[in-house]
Nanobody, 128 residues
Framework: QVQLVESGGGLVQAGASLRLSCAVS????????MAWFRQAPGKEREFVAA?????????????VYADSVKGRFTISRDNAGNTVDLQMNSLKPEDTAVYYC????????????????RGQGTQVTVAS
Protein backbone atom coordinates (compact mmCIF):
# COMPACT_ATOMS: atom_id res chain seq x y z
CA GLN A 1 0.00 0.00 0.00
CA VAL A 2 1.52 3.31 -1.09
CA GLN A 3 1.03 6.29 1.20
CA LEU A 4 1.92 9.92 0.62
CA VAL A 5 2.35 12.36 3.50
CA GLU A 6 3.01 16.04 2.90
CA SER A 7 4.83 18.35 5.29
CA GLY A 8 6.47 21.77 5.35
CA GLY A 9 3.49 24.05 5.01
CA GLY A 10 3.03 27.16 7.09
CA LEU A 11 2.45 30.90 7.23
CA VAL A 12 5.00 33.14 5.51
CA GLN A 13 5.26 36.71 4.25
CA ALA A 14 5.12 37.56 0.57
CA GLY A 15 8.53 37.16 -1.03
CA ALA A 16 9.61 34.42 1.34
CA SER A 17 10.51 30.82 0.52
CA LEU A 18 9.07 27.54 1.72
CA ARG A 19 9.98 23.93 1.00
CA LEU A 20 7.31 21.25 0.94
CA SER A 21 8.14 17.57 1.20
CA CYS A 22 6.10 14.51 0.30
CA ALA A 23 7.19 11.29 1.99
CA VAL A 24 6.45 8.14 0.01
CA SER A 25 6.03 4.86 1.85
CA UNK A 26 5.44 1.41 0.44
CA UNK A 27 7.46 1.81 -2.76
CA UNK A 28 10.49 3.78 -3.87
CA UNK A 29 9.73 7.30 -5.03
CA UNK A 30 11.60 6.80 -8.31
CA UNK A 31 8.95 4.26 -9.35
CA UNK A 32 6.37 7.00 -9.80
CA UNK A 33 5.68 10.11 -11.72
CA MET A 34 5.16 12.61 -8.90
CA ALA A 35 3.13 15.78 -8.92
CA TRP A 36 2.02 18.65 -6.75
CA PHE A 37 -1.44 20.19 -6.94
CA ARG A 38 -3.03 22.97 -4.92
CA GLN A 39 -6.49 24.16 -4.03
CA ALA A 40 -7.26 27.67 -2.86
CA PRO A 41 -10.47 28.49 -0.97
CA GLY A 42 -13.42 28.61 -3.32
CA LYS A 43 -11.38 27.45 -6.30
CA GLU A 44 -10.84 24.19 -8.12
CA ARG A 45 -7.77 22.10 -7.50
CA GLU A 46 -5.04 22.99 -9.97
CA PHE A 47 -1.83 21.45 -11.24
CA VAL A 48 1.40 22.97 -9.94
CA ALA A 49 4.32 20.80 -11.02
CA ALA A 50 5.25 17.24 -11.97
CA UNK A 51 8.37 15.12 -12.19
CA UNK A 52 8.48 12.19 -14.58
CA UNK A 53 9.50 8.71 -13.40
CA UNK A 54 12.80 7.73 -15.02
CA UNK A 55 11.31 4.66 -16.69
CA UNK A 56 9.05 6.93 -18.72
CA UNK A 57 11.87 9.20 -19.87
CA UNK A 58 11.17 8.14 -23.47
CA UNK A 59 8.08 10.36 -23.35
CA UNK A 60 10.15 13.52 -22.85
CA UNK A 61 9.33 16.40 -20.51
CA UNK A 62 11.14 15.41 -17.31
CA UNK A 63 9.60 18.25 -15.33
CA VAL A 64 6.50 20.30 -16.06
CA TYR A 65 5.30 23.45 -14.30
CA ALA A 66 2.16 25.54 -14.33
CA ASP A 67 2.80 28.92 -15.92
CA SER A 68 1.88 30.64 -12.66
CA VAL A 69 4.81 29.06 -10.80
CA LYS A 70 7.39 28.66 -13.55
CA GLY A 71 10.71 30.21 -12.51
CA ARG A 72 9.70 30.35 -8.83
CA PHE A 73 8.98 26.72 -7.90
CA THR A 74 11.22 23.70 -8.33
CA ILE A 75 10.17 20.06 -8.01
CA SER A 76 12.83 17.50 -7.16
CA ARG A 77 13.18 13.93 -6.02
CA ASP A 78 15.28 12.76 -3.06
CA ASN A 79 15.90 9.06 -3.65
CA ALA A 80 17.78 8.62 -0.38
CA GLY A 81 14.94 10.12 1.66
CA ASN A 82 12.25 8.67 -0.60
CA THR A 83 10.59 12.03 -0.92
CA VAL A 84 9.59 14.49 -3.59
CA ASP A 85 10.05 18.13 -2.67
CA LEU A 86 8.67 21.42 -3.87
CA GLN A 87 10.92 24.42 -3.33
CA MET A 88 8.81 27.56 -3.48
CA ASN A 89 10.55 30.92 -3.81
CA SER A 90 9.24 34.46 -4.17
CA LEU A 91 5.91 33.43 -2.73
CA LYS A 92 2.86 35.54 -3.47
CA PRO A 93 -0.48 35.82 -1.64
CA GLU A 94 -2.11 34.08 -4.59
CA ASP A 95 0.01 30.99 -3.81
CA THR A 96 -2.08 30.50 -0.66
CA ALA A 97 -3.69 27.07 -0.87
CA VAL A 98 -3.66 23.54 0.41
CA TYR A 99 -0.89 21.73 -1.45
CA TYR A 100 -1.31 18.07 -2.34
CA CYS A 101 1.18 15.44 -3.45
CA UNK A 102 0.18 12.76 -5.94
CA UNK A 103 1.77 9.77 -7.67
CA UNK A 104 1.04 7.64 -10.71
CA UNK A 105 2.73 4.85 -12.65
CA UNK A 106 2.48 6.58 -16.02
CA UNK A 107 3.66 9.68 -17.84
CA UNK A 108 2.92 13.18 -16.54
CA UNK A 109 -0.69 14.27 -16.32
CA UNK A 110 -2.07 17.63 -15.23
CA UNK A 111 -5.31 15.99 -14.05
CA UNK A 112 -5.72 15.23 -10.34
CA UNK A 113 -7.98 12.21 -10.83
CA UNK A 114 -5.46 10.49 -13.09
CA UNK A 115 -3.10 10.01 -10.14
CA UNK A 116 -3.74 6.75 -8.29
CA UNK A 117 -2.14 7.85 -5.04
CA ARG A 118 -2.84 11.18 -3.33
CA GLY A 119 -1.88 12.80 -0.06
CA GLN A 120 -4.02 14.68 2.44
CA GLY A 121 -2.44 18.06 1.85
CA THR A 122 -0.52 20.74 3.73
CA GLN A 123 -1.63 24.34 4.15
CA VAL A 124 0.46 27.17 2.75
CA THR A 125 -0.56 30.72 3.62
CA VAL A 126 1.24 33.73 2.17
CA ALA A 127 0.51 37.03 3.88
CA SER A 128 0.78 40.30 1.96
Amino acid sequence: QVQLVESGGGLVQAGASLRLSCAVSGRTVSTYTMAWFRQAPGKEREFVAALLAIRFAWSGGGTVYADSVKGRFTISRDNAGNTVDLQMNSLKPEDTAVYYCAAREAVISRTWYEYQYRGQGTQVTVAS
